[in-house]
């Protein structure tokens, strides 16, 4: 039987960890997350969603906590102008169909208890929302209806595999992998169910957001490059 420590956290309750873990076991544990990812304070194993935003308050990098480990979220400038194209197109969406409102990379969200996911862009539903208002508090315990991921080098398929369960497991209905270097994204509505959207394709909101579509190829175009707008405009 393995050894375990328990390791005290000053911001929560102690947390089991295996006793003769190694950088190498806890990088296997976390999905083969490249490991100046994973920040070592607090140590391994003590963080708390308190921390989550302690840490983007001091520092300002937007990390995601994952078996009391805080995880770095990569975000580069190409897949962020993507999910703010995506951002964009759903908000003009909810514009005229006032169904909730949406969140952007750094909207870090507990989804599950100790589990904090920060999406590129979040639907979330009114009646997810108490009293239709976000919640003041910086980490809220909220589930979005809709998560979109642009994926990164720096993501490994077991990362994502983990974050697409979890997703489901708290109550996400729909999650959008965009892939910008093939141009292409996945589309789940559980975590064993996909269809492919490829560069000719169209991106749907299905039954979360009704009526939402938007050819993939626009969604790259617009992020490459400036709108052009009628001379008489």
Known sequence: ???VTSVASPLGPALVLPGLWTAADMQQRLGGVPLERILMVPPPGTATVEDVERVRRQTGRICEL??????EKPVGYYGSRIAVVLGHMIDGYLDTHDLGMTLGEA??????SDIV???DVAYIGWDRIPGEELPEEP?????PDLAVEVLSKSHTPR???????????????????????????????????????????????????????????????????????????
């Open 117 to 119: 996911r920060a999406a």
């Open 107 to 112: 909207g870090t969200l507990e989804i599950l």
């Open 139 to 143: 980490v809220p315990d909220l589930v």
């Open 1 to 3: 039987m393995a050894t």
């Open 159 to 233: 990362e994502m595999e983990r974050k697409l369960r979890e997703y489901f497991e708290a109550g996400v209905r729909l999650v959008w992998f965009i892939d910008p270097k093939a141009q292409t994204a996945l589309v789940y509505t559980a975590p064993d169910q996909c269809s492919p959207v490829e560069q000719d394709g169209t991106l749907s909101g299905g039954d979360v957001l009704p009526g939402f579509e938007v050819p993939l190829k626009e969604v790259f175009e617009r992020a490459s490059r400036r709108q052009r707008r009628p001379e008489n405009s």
């Open 66 to 71: 994952v078996d009391g480990i805080l995880v």
